[in-house]
Every structure is written in C-alpha cells, then in structure tokens.
C-alpha cells in the first residue's frame, strides 16, 4: 500500500468542497492565510532558526542558505504574495467558449480546477505558502512535499495555513504536507495514482529528473535555470554590465538568475573587463573560455560541465563567440530552456534570437530576473514550466486549471 494514501483520500474528498466554493469563500480563506503569517511570524522564524542551525552544521553552502532563510520582511512578504491573490479573478467556472449546434444542442466549455496537485520542492519554505494558496484559489486541493532542509519551516507554516483556512470554514485537508521527507515519501508521492491529478516538481536537476523519469502520475516539468545572457556586438556596455549584474548577482539561489554569459568577439576586449570586474568584485568566480581567459588574468579555465550547469550560486560561465548565430547555437546546446536575454541595438539580431531562442521566456535588453509570476502581472505562481504542455512559464492561476465541456440538450439523440 502506497503510504501517502491516507493523505490522497482526505485531499480527493477536500477538493469536492473546493468545487463548491464560492470566490468569497476561497478569498476569505486567503485573507485569513495572511493574517495568521503575519500573527505567528515570530512562530514560523522560531522554526526556520531549528532548520537554519542544521543546515549550518551540514556545511550547506551560503546561497543555499539564503534560499532557507527566513526573516519578518520574508514572512510579511510570503503573507503579501497570498493577499495579492485576492486581486485577481477566480479561474474557475470562466465561460471558454460557448456554441450551439445545427441541432440545438449547446455546448459550453468552462474552466475547472486540475483537482489535486502535489508538489514536491527542496529548501524554499516560501514555496509552501505560495502553492498552497495559489492551488486554493484555483480551486485544487494540495499535497506538499518539502525538502528535509526545511522541514520544521514547512511544518510550521502549513500548520498555520491548515487552522486558518478551517476558521474561514474550509475543509483544513484542501492543504496537507507528507509528514516525512524520505526518498520513500517521494517515491510515494510520484506514484499517487488515483488520488493525485499532477505533480508539479520545484527545485534542482536531480529533483526534477526523479519526478519526470519515476513519476506515474502526469507531471508539469518546471525547469531548472541554465539562464544566458549574449551581449551582441551592439550593446551599449553600461547597459549590458547591469543586466548581467542584476541576473546574477541580485539574488544567485533561484532560477532566473543568470548562470552564462556570451561576449562577442568584436567587443570583448572592452565589455569583459568592465562586465566581469564588476562581478568580481561582488565575489562572483568566473569560469572562462580560452578566449576569456586570455582576457582576464582572473579568470578559471571553464570545462564542458561548466557550461551546462546550475550553478545557484556566485559562479558563471563565460564565452567569447563570433556573431548571434553561435551565440544561439551555444544557447540550443546548454540551455534548460528557461530564460535567456540578448543585450543589443541590432534589431535584425533580437528578431533572430527571439525567434530562434527555445526557451520559455526570451528577453530583448532586460534581466531575466523579471522571469516571474509577480513581475508578470500573474500573482503568485506555482513554479515556472519549462516544458510545452500543459503550460510554460510562470504558472499563474490559469495555469493550473483545467477545463470541461458542459452539453445542453432537449433529448436529441445520435
């Protein structure tokens, strides 16, 4: 017997009452979420600090450590991103499309909820507040899977989510988190078949590698970020050395930041000192071509693995190429098909690369720290879908629904 199937029945029969409930309802649900983050602040930080001290002991390394952290401004912040979904309409029950036949039978299509959704993440106790109140506004019951790092985070915070939403007079089961994060426990959770309707993977390459190759229920792919930036022969250097700063540099542990810079030939002389001194300084490595190297006295010669990997941290792979046609070849070649931005004034060269460029979000002149359900204009999303179906990008509400069709008729038949 599949251990998480406890959990599977209680989440199946919650959803039920989730498909009745009205918008009021839900949104009174969300605004009572915030308001008890906000009280048990002090509660939830109390048990971020139990899986800090571990996470501290285990050698985890800093940018990781920030992923876990949690501070007043983070929690009112997590509260903020659960209130700002009460600004946005319900997508459940929308009228898609609506057609009446030649023989006057009606036929509807309407938005519905997924059902339930599992999702299984590593150390970013926000995420269980995020998921679990974007999955409640789309009408979907929740089963989280958090990573160990952050376990007693987790706990805490879905405790606080479970008694808030039972006062609003939900079902408290609409959001529930797997009591133990063993590999067993994922296993279990990926093979939920009958009770889970996906499963939606957050965090590093291994994890989402597990979930896609070991799951037997459907899963939405979200990606790791592989994220580039090319700046073109073009580029106004001031410009190009601030997106690239910002990519890399605003926040390293999370998955729009950028891990791979392209100079090109003709101005790499000049935009690689300016570009990877500034980051330097800000004590990020840099992993460099021969080419690179050859350039910056400071720079480590990059193998082949540099240039596919995550780094989540304060390093980054650099290459010199000729033109945007091996800079998007490059691209096709390492990229995890997330976010990638070219730095220019040609707009011969943005059209080729953002036609060109398979990648879920496609920047022409700006960071790829914009890659986001907020800074989208979504809300909060569920994670950012690398893959083509069911959804890509960031993953707002509409994207975690689904849809049926509703046939009126007055007894015809076939």
Do not use: W
């Not at 190759?213 to 899963?219: G, H």
């Amino acid at each position: 017997m599949n251990s998480l199937t406890p959990l599977g029945i209680k989440a199946k029969e919650a959803s039920k009452s989730l498909n009745l409930a009205s918008s009021d309802l839900k949104n009174k649900a969300l605004r009572f979420i915030a308001e008890a983050l906000k009280t048990d602040c002090k509660e939830i930080i109390s048990a971020n600090k139990k899986d800090l001290e571990i996470a501290r002991q285990n050698g985890m390394s800093k940018a990781m450590i920030d992923r876990l952290s949690l501070d007043d401004k983070r929690v009112f912040a997590m509260a903020d991103g659960v209130l700002a979904l009460l600004e946005l309409d319900d997508p459940i029950g929308k009228v898609l499309e609506e057609r009446t036949r030649e023989n006057g039978i009606k036929i509807t299509k309407i938005s519905v909820p997924l059902g339930v959704i599992g999702i299984i993440y590593e150390a970013r106790p926000n995420v269980t507040s995020d998921a679990a109140a974007i999955a409640l506004k789309a009408g979907s019951a929740v089963i989280l899977r958090g990573g160990k790092e952050a376990f007693n985070s987790n706990l805490k915070i879905t405790e606080v989510m479970r008694n808030a939403i039972a006062r609003a007079g939900l079902d408290k089961d609409c959001i529930q988190l797997v009591p133990d994060t063993s590999r067993q426990s994922a296993h279990d959770l990926m093979t939920l078949n009958g009770y889970l309707d996906v499963l939606i993977p957050r965090g590093g390459a291994g994890l989402i590698k597990a979930a896609v190759e070991n799951s037997t229920v459907p899963v939405i792919e979200t990606g790791t970020g592989n994220c580039h930036a090319f700046i073109d022969e073009s580029a106004d250097i001031g410009m190009a050395s601030d997106i690239v700063f910002n990519g890399k540099v605003q926040r390293p542990s999370v998955c729009n930041a950028l891990e791979s810079l392209l100079i090109h030939k003709d101005i790499a002389k000049k935009a690689l000192p300016e570009i990877c001194g500034r980051l330097k300084d800000a004590g990020v490595e840099i992993r460099g071509c021969s080419k690179v190297c050859e350039i910056l006295d400071f720079a480590v010669l990059a193998n082949e693995d540099d240039f596919a990997k995550e780094f989540l941290g304060y390093t980054i792979s650099v290459k010199v190429v000729k033109d945007v046609f091996e800079a998007v070849e490059h691209i096709q070649k390492y990229s995890t098909r997330h976010s990638e931005v070219i730095v220019t004034k040609n707009a011969e060269n943005a059209k080729y690369f953002t036609c060109v460029v398979d990648s879920a979000a496609v920047y022409v002149n700006a960071s790829t720290r914009f890659t986001d359900g907020g800074e989208f204009g979504l809300g909060a999303e569920i994670g950012i879908s690398t893959q083509k179906l069911h959804a890509r990008g960031p993953m707002g509400l509409s994207e975690i629904t689904s849809y049926k069709y509703i046939i009126s008729g007055n007894g015809q038949i076939r």
